[in-house]
């Protein structure tokens, strides 16, 4: 596994099996039938395949309250590649994505926590998968995101007030992407990386940056990435946006690299790498802690919950996800990381249902 102390792409090569010990955890139980694949209708169970996929072992030294899992109530339909979730008031939102054999759904469903129940909000105008988004000033955002399967990005972006249950549409991306990262830090949108390209063949990781700024209903740029990626796991910490791992191109080709932006200097610098080199994972911070958790790679799809600790520039290991999965949506709601949907098997062939929480002692 990887030498956390690399600063360096990863291609991920291989990773051990879970125990069947890991297998008998509370919570898989529940999961049958709420699996469906992108080629075909109808509910199935967990795909065989996942279990010769999983991965849940981390080269970092483990945490002396590894917390735990539980199972929370399933999506209102098995979804993936929503690229991320976002979080305001204690609700979860997660917008666009794969789901009942099409890559461009509009739903949007927010999750409560004290009734652990799912409701409808309006849809995104223009359904799209790996869709940016974040909460800004109380308003949710959505930037570009794919028409197709992973591919041809669009450029355009909206904002959705909840008080009115409306979406209004704002100044388009001068340049189409998807599967960019979205952060809302100090009164403006930083949207980081992403990839382009109409084909499979032509598609590519950009290290782009931009802001937005809603007072004006316009863009800029700030100095790029050090490294194009996308499927990245970002979010701010303090006055700094730090961007964890992601794949370059493609998920064959994963990077471990963890940089931190300072908005004030327009520099970035690098951090300590993530231990376990993954992209579609999410990144939640939790406690003063950056909790990284699922994602994808060849043939493999991660359960590690690995957290960073900002103050030490340190990892440990936490207690792995129940059911691993890439593709998905993580956020902070309340005192617990709901980790909702994704794919169980690598690619997005299948989509899942499945909704855990994460919580320390």
Known sequence: MTDPT????????????????????????????????????????????????NVFDSPVPKAADPGRWSAKAFLPMPRSEMAWAAAHEDRMHIVGGY????????????????????????????????????????????????????????????????????????AALSRPVGSAAVVGLNGVLHVIGGAIGNTTESKRSVDWHLVYDPKGDRWSERTPMPTARDHTGTLAIGKLIHVIGGRVDSFHTNSNLH?????????????????TARSGHGAVLYRGKVFVMGGEGT???????????????????????????????????GDAIHVAGGGPVMGGGVQSAVHEAFVLG
């Open 259 to 275: 940089h931190a932006y300072d908005p004030a200097t327009d520099r970035w610098a690098p951090r300590n790498p993530l231990p």
């Open 99 to 170: 789901a009942e054999q099409r890559v461009d759904r509009p739903y949007h469903h927010v999750y409560e926590p004290k009734a652990d129940r799912w409701s409808d909000a309006a849809p995104l105008p223009l359904g799209a998968n790996h869709v940016g988004v974040a909460f800004l000033d109380g308003k949710l955002y959505a930037i570009g995101g794919f028409l197709d399967q992973n591919r041809r990005p669009h450029p355009r972006c909206f904002v959705w007030d909840p008080a009115a249950d409306r979406w209004s549409e704002i």
């Open 299 to 333: 043939n493999r799809v991660f359960g590690q919950m690995e957290a960073y600790d900002p103050a030490t520039d340190g990892w440990e290991q936490y207690a792995p996800m129940i059911t691993p999965r890439h593709g998905l949506g993580a956020a902070l709601v």
């Open 6 to 53: 690399r600063r360096h792409l990863l291609v991920v090569a291989g990773a051990a099996i879970a125990t069947p010990a890991l297998a008998q955890q509370p919570g898989h139980e529940h999961h049958g039938g709420h699996y469906e694949r992108l080629n075909q209708p109808g509910r199935i169970e967990k795909p065989e395949l996942a279990a010769s996929q």
